[in-house]
């Protein structure tokens, strides 16, 4: 690894430089701070830098820390995208008169969110009928172009707290042409209207546009833009019967005397991938580009177009036939064992094989019923007699279940073994009694391996740890 610079390190290679500038010297020496400071500035700037560069060299596997996940993220085109509610709206007509709810009509629900009719429906007077609203709002953004360069960029305001980004359309106001998503521009013709979408390691986003005579589209000097975003809430809360209402009003006594209220949830919507998820997503090969044909990475594409997933686990024909035999039933088969909360499971099928059969449609699809398995685990401590055992020991389960449990990223997905020795030290790391020169600590366990089974969803729950002290006596 190479040595990481202090700020005083290169604060005084840059003094003895100074050496061969006698005037900038003098100046240093008494004490003039419009040399001192430039040079503290740069200093920090630069030993940061050199932080950087040495937490890179030793995270060439694992990314640790958050700042280089989320570069690791833009690297390979995961955008902090959420994906909205579904639900079903029942409507009840008390009128005497038909009441015809079209599709884009926006309803309010008990805490002013905007929701948008995606299919619409006749109510006859007295009648009662349904229709599906998605919980998403839109705002316009307009751009004109202030030069005319290869790769241009628009950069995209960010959201209002509590927004989240779910879908982009950039339309070229002259001609109304709403231009296409290209990720990185693959399969695209020069003047092929398109765009890529682009992040940096602080997520904010840009818009970019072609390269004159290789791809894409390149715009000209003051042509103007549209970028229309669509934005949700994330994980709506409401429940069946939450009441909802018009955004806007009729004037006809059929709008006047409806009402409207929650009936099914049909898809719990999704809050853009957290840290922890982004840290699972990179780990995929980064040449994947929309096509789960390269290196076959059935399970990033679900992820990433269906997350969240309580466990997802995919595999083909091999390992099924390395577990349970062969099966010339088995051929040209992908396996699929989950668990998904937010919607049914006959529809979480259909929405599977819909993403599979787009990506490559040469795949059967067979569903295996998940296997829940806890994974147990003895830990014995020697603690120092000041520290208390019983609070020590709900902290260890705090942390084990976090990293391990039910709910954690580890366990989402199958065929994964606990490293012992890492979480040696994370609970040495996140438990201060377990710090000091004398307490101590091991781990046994019973199951060590990875899962029998594919489907198998492991994780350590609070009935499968088991702690105990042998307290240590200090003279």
Same mark, same amino acid.
């Given at each position: ?115 948008q009719v995606i299919d619409g429906a006749t109510v006859q007077p007295q009648g009662?009928?349904?229709?599906? +609203?998605?919980?998403?709002? =839109? $705002? %316009?953004?307009?751009? !004109? ?5 290869? #790769?241009?960029?628009? *950069? ?10 779910? +879908?982009?359309?950039?339309? =070229? $106001? %002259?001609?109304?042409? !709403? ?5 990185? #521009?693959?399969?695209? *013709? ?32 003051? *042509? ?133 059969e787009y990506a490559d449609d040469s795949y059967k699809v067979r569903f295996v ?107």
């Amino acid at each position: 690894m190479s040595d990481i610079l202090t700020k005083k390190d290169l604060y005084d290679s840059a003094l003895q430089e100074l050496a061969a500038y006698p005037e900038l010297a003098i100046r240093v020496q008494a004490g003039d701070t419009l040399i001192t400071q430039q040079m503290g500035a740069i200093a920090q700037m630069l030993a940061m830098v050199s932080w950087q560069i040495g937490l890179a060299e030793v995270e060439p596997w694992t990314r640790a820390r958050d700042s280089m996940v989320l570069a690791d993220a833009t690297a390979k085109g995961v955008m902090p995208y959420a994906k909205p509610p579904r639900w079903r709206i029942n409507i009840k007509n008390n009128s005497q008169t038909t009441n015809t709810i079209e599709a884009g009509r926006r309803l309010l629900d008990n805490k002013s969110r905007v929701w948008q009719v995606i299919d619409g429906a006749t109510v006859q007077p007295q009648g009662l009928a349904s229709v599906t +609203a998605v919980q998403r709002e =839109r $705002k %316009t953004v307009s751009h !004109t172009v202030t030069h005319t360069a290869n #790769f241009y960029k628009i *950069e995209i305001p960010p959201l209002d707290i509590d927004q989240y980004l779910i +879908a982009i359309d950039v339309i =070229r $106001k %002259t001609d109304q042409v !709403t231009f296409k998503l290209a990720e990185r #521009f693959n399969n695209t *013709e020069p003047n092929d209207e398109v765009y890529h979408l682009m992040s940096d390691e602080s997520m904010r986003l840009w818009i970019e546009f072609g390269i004159a005579g290789i791809a894409g589209y390149v715009p000209s000097l003051g *042509e103007q833009f549209d970028v229309v975003l669509y934005y949700t809430y994330g994980q709506t809360q409401i429940s069946n019967a939450t009441p909802f209402g018009f955004e806007y009003s009729f004037s006809s006594e059929s709008d006047k005397q409806t009402e409207l209220y929650a009936d099914a949830m049909l898809d719990g919507g999704a809050y853009p991938p957290n840290i922890v998820e982004m840290r699972e997503m990179t780990s995929f090969p980064s040449i994947y580009d929309e096509n789960a044909v390269y290196l076959a990475e059935f399970q990033f594409l679900l992820t990433r177009k269906l997350a969240p997933f309580v466990f997802l686990s995919v595999w083909n024909e091999q390992l099924e036939e390395a577990v349970r035999g062969a099966s010339i039933d088995n051929i040209n088969t992908l396996f699929v064992s989950f668990i998904k909360s937010d919607i049914s499971p006959e529809q979480a099928q259909a929405r599977i094989r819909q993403v599979i059969e787009y990506a490559d449609d040469s795949y059967k699809v067979r569903f295996v019923d998940v296997l829940e398995k806890h994974i147990p685990i003895e830990i014995r401590l020697r603690l120092s007699p000041v520290h208390d055992f019983e609070s020590v020991k709900i902290r260890i389960q705090e942390v084990l279940l976090a990293q391990y449990g039910r709910d954690s990223q580890w366990a989402r997905r199958g065929r994964n073994r606990i490293n012992w020795r890492a979480t040696g030290e994370l609970l040495k790391d996140k438990i201060t009694e377990l710090q000091d020169a004398i307490s101590d600590l091991s781990i046994a366990v019973t199951d060590d391996s990875i899962a029998s089974y594919p489907e198998e969803f492991r994780y350590v729950s609070k009935q499968s740890i088991q702690i105990s002290n042998d307290a240590l006596v200090v003279f």
